[in-house]
């Protein structure tokens, strides 16, 4: 049997079908509010409530504070050997890591690209890309 893992749940990765998710679909899951994004950006109400409603449609235990050190705490409430969480482009995401290197089992899960671009695709023109992906998504 293996280890019980955590889903770590972020504002890129707020769905059922996320690929840590997916791969780990009874596992518990946890949202973070970033608390130093939020006192940084102040993001509006509306943006806040968006990422709380996807939280719970998501069924996440949702709270507030440092990201790295909230999932190390709901990593030990929930018995959790592992973390698992989907990567993210956002430049807080590469922090986050660092902080939990060498600290838990770590398994950062990859995103479906949105697109797949064959290799033999010249992209020396914009129009033609776009006239090829839209006849295949037609």
Avoid: C
């Avoid at 059922?16 to 518990?28: F, G, I, L, N």
């Avoid at 959790?80 to 902080?99: C, I, K, N, Q, Y």
């Avoid at 992209?123 to 998504?137: H, Q, S």
């Amino acid at each position: 049997m293996s280890a019980p893992v955590l889903v770590w749940l972020h504002g890129d990765s707020l769905s059922t079908e996320d690929p840590a998710v997916r791969r780990y679909p009874s596992a518990p899951r946890v949202f973070v509010f970033d608390e130093p994004w939020l006192r940084g950006v102040r993001p509006s109400f509306k943006r806040l409530f968006f990422l709380f409603e996807g939280a719970v449609d998501a069924g996440a235990q949702i709270r507030l504070g440092d990201p790295a050190t909230e999932v190390l705490s709901a990593m030990e409430e929930a018995g959790a050997a592992r973390l698992a969480v989907t990567r993210s482009p956002a430049p807080r995401f590469d922090e986050w890591m660092e902080a939990l290197h060498g600290r838990v089992d770590l398994e950062v899960v990859e995103p479906e690209p949105w697109i797949r671009i064959p290799d033999a695709f010249p992209l020396r023109r914009f129009t033609p890309f776009w006239k090829k992906l839209g006849a295949e998504w037609s």
